[in-house]
């Protein structure tokens, strides 16, 4: 029935008949759809005050953690970060699914960054394994941390990119840009050259060969090419939520 409803009437069908609603997986996943639907039309408070009472009704931790994780993320939207961590840290418990594990991990590394407190971030990033990386190496860059940042990515890179002499897809094509820029800005000539070593044949004749050219053949010695290597840096980034943002028909921001 609360499938049905408009997301309103849901809730009012919801809080006049809950104590008929059983503890159980069909439940909850009824309670969170109606949470979906309600922070869709921006009634966050409604949405978590619905999971809220899923909370109150779920049946062992794992439930609680998966409920838990919905309402830091609800937090996070709404930009309360420490709601967001309390949220984690009232469901946390032993023995979750390692993908659950990893998602809250990543959640909490994400309201920490925005608090500021970017050492606590970068070591939660760091226990979320290889999920962690591409948000940690983002997190360093923007805060100018280039070295680490590299570091993050290459460490990535080891993990995303086929054996050679297997092709390159455009994905791992952007990745091997990004790190170029960043040990380029951290004037790491000796990652370049490696870089440039490993990956020159590979990204050779297919998107985004002259940016990884440009930065591995240049280095660091010219300071007029740091603007231009941010721009190669920026692109390898966002590319790829441009296309999305092209592919779903909506306007791009410039």
Same mark, same amino acid.
């Given at each position: ?54 909370? @109150?009704? $779920?049946?062992?931790? *794992?439930?609680?953690? +998966?409920?838990?994780? &919905?309402? =830091?993320? /609800?937090?996070?939207? %709404? !930009? ?83 054996? @050679?002499? $297997?092709?390159?897809? *455009?994905?791992?094509? +952007?990745?091997?840009? &990004?790190? =170029?820029? /960043?040990?380029?800005? %951290? !004037? ?67």
């Amino acid at each position: 029935a609360l499938e049905r409803e408009s997301p309103i009437a849901a809730v009012t069908l919801f809080d006049a008949h809950r104590a008929l609603l059983p503890p159980g997986d069909a439940t909850e996943t009824a309670l969170a759809s109606l949470a979906d639907r309600l922070a869709a039309l921006d009634l966050v408070d409604r949405a978590q005050h619905v999971l809220r009472q899923a909370l @109150a009704r $779920a049946a062992g931790d *794992e439930a609680r953690a +998966r409920i838990g994780l &919905r309402l =830091a993320t /609800l937090a996070l939207g %709404a !930009g309360d970060e420490a709601k967001a961590r309390e949220a984690l840290a009232e469901t946390e418990a032993p023995g979750l699914p390692m993908a659950l594990t990893v998602e809250r991990t990543l959640l909490d590394a994400r309201a920490l960054n925005r608090l500021g407190q970017h050492a606590a971030a970068a070591a939660r990033y760091r226990q979320a394994g290889l999920a962690g990386l591409p948000e940690l190496a983002e997190s360093l860059a923007e805060r100018q941390d280039w070295a680490g940042a590299a570091a993050a990515m290459g460490e990535l890179l080891a993990t995303r990119l086929p054996p @050679a002499p $297997a092709p390159l897809q *455009e994905p791992e094509r +952007r990745l091997v840009v &990004r790190t =170029a820029a /960043l040990l380029a800005l %951290a !004037g790491q000539e000796s990652g370049l050259t490696l870089l440039r070593n490993a990956e020159a044949g590979r990204m050779a004749g297919g998107p985004l060969e002259e940016a990884f050219m440009l930065i591995t053949g240049a280095g660091m010695d010219n300071v007029g090419d740091l603007p231009r290597l941010r721009q190669e840096l920026e692109l390898a980034r966002v590319l790829p939520e441009r296309l999305e943002s092209l592919r779903a028909g909506a306007p791009i921001a410039r």
